[in-house]
């Protein structure tokens, strides 16, 4: 039988209320010309920087099957198939809005200060064992990933799961109405972005506006450990949330975090999920971890999905690439751990890949390293939550710090001498000093926001490998 197309011309047309040629089909939707695939149907969008209408002829030459825009680039055939409408974010918007009111899946949507996108591709996999899932892509999360994410959504799903990020109040009210969810979830409210928000408070009230979007009957899932639960929760009922769950430690979660016990590469969890019990490995380290297996777990059961089955994906699902990927680096001396947390940073999830590293038991004379960049957006608090980050260190034991950006040198200052190895103004300052400081037997955890670009970083380490890296996922997990 063959597989239905995921968009037709003609549906193309009555959704964006555009014009052009019928008769192509898409199999798939792009945004960009670099990763369009054969049969995709590129969206040419007006970027900050960029108009992806001077890169219609080179999607098209990929094999787009047709493409969205607002004029005719003077470089494309005559008999392009162009469908042409006056606004092509407002075409993909219109676009996602239409496929979320053809599908018939169940639909959940993810925000969270920390988690977001380990917890979407968790659930990605948990609810892919009770029929077809489809999830957003990498961190497609704001005002053209979601409506992307959306229009990508094929019919025949059985689930889908978006994630919805913001940097300001008002962003997740209107994606949350195109996303129009079954179940809204929160992993946890945190200090991040305090540059646009005037207290933890604030950002709190910014993610409940995900419960806006709920559909009549829909679910509130928060979490009843994180700062200002009380406040999600008020929010989801005068938003019509029909049920308001919460999961953590707390006492009053129906979803309760019983047990955890930390392994060099997962957990082992023993959980009440509404009155069932449940036991159940993670593979990725650390107690945020367990917490967001546990959200992971309420939403399947609470979708009415097959949890045991759920629960046994967990084990298998590997950590992302700068949210806790571990890669065994062998330097032909000896083994290297290297925790790759280098896709962003705020001071919620520095103190738990603090933890993790804690928790990971270097080899014989090996030392924990931290290389720490800037946690940005933190506003006026922000030297003093970096100077804070002294006290998670030494806690998690770890040997040597290495800091770099302006927010940094208050934790460098806030250190022992005798702990603190290095300071620079980037991270490419610390590539020699840390390149010639680490040694086998070292376990070394990488993290800083994005702006930071503490990925070289990660590829430096990475290149003192006489072979390729192991990621190594233990039981292997994504939360």
Not at 34 to 63: E, K, N, Q, T, Y
Not at 187 to 212: C, M, N, V
Not at 249 to 254: G, T
């Amino acid at each position: 039988m063959t597989a239905r197309a995921l968009w037709t011309a003609l549906e193309a047309i009555e959704a964006t209320g555009g014009t052009g040629p019928d008769g192509w089909t898409a199999d798939g939707v792009s945004i960009d010309s670099r990763s369009c695939a054969p049969g995709d149907l590129f969206i040419a969008i007006l970027g900050p920087s960029r108009d992806a209408h001077d890169f219609v002829a080179d999607a098209l030459s990929r094999g787009a099957a047709a493409a969205v825009v607002s004029h005719r680039p003077s470089n494309v055939p005559a008999d392009a198939p162009l469908l042409l409408v006056d606004d092509t974010l407002r075409a993909l918007e219109a676009l996602g809005r239409q496929r979320r009111a053809r599908t018939t899946a169940k639909i959940v949507a993810v925000t969270g200060s920390a988690g977001k996108t380990s917890t979407k591709e968790a659930l990605r996999c948990a609810l892919a064992a009770s029929g077809p899932t489809h999830a957003s892509a990498a961190s497609y999360n704001n005002h053209w990933g979601v409506p992307l994410s959306l229009a990508r959504l094929p019919l025949d799903a059985a689930y889908g799961v978006f994630e919805i990020g913001m940097n300001h109040a008002g962003e997740i009210a209107a994606l949350t109405r195109q996303v129009r969810p079954h179940l809204a979830l929160v992993t946890t409210i945190a200090p991040a972005h305090l540059a646009e928000f005037a207290d933890l408070a604030a950002i709190a009230r910014a993610k409940a506006e995900i419960f806006e979007g709920l559909e009549p009957g829909g679910i509130a899932l928060i979490n009843l450990d994180a700062p200002h639960a009380d406040l999600l929760a008020e929010r989801a009922r005068a938003a019509g949330a029909a049920r308001v769950v919460g999961f953590g430690q707390d006492a009053a979660a129906e979803a309760r975090l019983l047990k955890w016990v930390a392994r060099d590469q997962g957990s082992r969890v023993t959980a009440d999920v509404m009155g069932q019990a449940i036991a159940f490995g993670v593979g990725a380290p650390g107690v945020h971890w367990a917490m967001n297996a546990l959200a992971v777990l309420a939403t399947v059961h609470l979708l009415a999905a097959d949890i045991a089955g759920a629960a046994a994906t967990l084990p298998q699902v590997s950590a992302l690439a700068g949210r806790g990927r571990r890669h065994d680096i062998d330097t032909g001396q000896g083994i290297l751990t290297l925790i790759d947390e280098s896709y962003n940073a705020n001071p919620a999830s520095v103190r738990a890949a603090l933890a993790v590293l804690g928790d990971t038991s270097p080899a014989s004379c090996g030392r924990r390293i931290a290389i720490l960049g800037d946690m940005l957006e933190l506003g006026a608090e922000g030297d003093a939550l970096h100077a804070a980050l002294a006290g998670p260190i030494a806690a998690a034991g770890v040997d040597l710090v290495f800091t770099c950006g302006e927010g940094m040198a208050h934790l460098a200052a806030a250190l022992p001498p005798e702990c603190h190895a290095h300071h620079g103004a980037d991270a490419a300052a610390l590539l020699r000093p840390v390149l010639e400081t680490v040694r086998p037997g070292d376990v070394v955890m990488v993290k800083g926001s994005l702006g930071m670009a503490m990925a070289p970083m990660v590829g430096a380490l990475e290149g003192l490998a006489v072979e390729p890296p192991v990621h190594c996922a233990g039981g292997g997990n994504a939360l």
